[in-house]
Nanobody, 124 residues
Framework: QVQLVESGGGLVQAGGSLRLSCAAS????????MGWFRQAPGKEREFVAG????????YYTDSVKGRFTISRDSAKNTVYLQMNSLKPEDTAVYYC?????????????????WGQGTQVTVSS
């Protein structure tokens, strides 16, 4: 089992930047993919970005491409989400997740471990 703790959320103005961190602990050896999901008020939880742990290959949902960057620090068992050019529509609770599914995936069903979430609010 993997424990995940997110941090770095906050309130920023449109066009600003924020970096989220997700620290993983516990049995992380079998983790293949870590990712970020978000859930805005009144909306379903959606995939934002993912990264394979071994190769560090990132992948994103279309709405954040060119603005967000996911990365990982293997030595620290930490994944980051650098968010630039933030828009009000990025406002959501952001969740870190880890999965053992051995393929790149955007499905939340393939992520077995979840953090508690961190609020990101972007004002206009």
């Amino acid at each position: 089992q993997v424990q995940l703790v997110e941090s770095g959320g906050g309130l920023v103005q449109a066009g600003g930047s924020l970096r989220l961190s997700c620290a993983a602990s516990g049995r992380t050896g079998s983790t293949y993919t870590m990712g970020w999901f978000r859930q805005a008020p009144g909306k379903e939880r959606e995939f934002v970005a993912g990264i394979t742990w071994s190769s560090g290959s990132p992948y994103y949902t279309d709405s954040v491409k060119g603005r967000f960057t996911i990365s990982r620090d293997s030595a620290k068992n930490t994944v980051y989400l650098q968010m630039n050019s933030l828009k009000p529509e990025d406002t959501a609770v952001y969740y870190c997740a880890a999965g053992t599914y051995p393929f790149m995936t955007r499905s939340q069903m393939n992520f077995g471990s979840w953090g508690q979430g961190t609020q990101v609010t972007v004002s206009s």
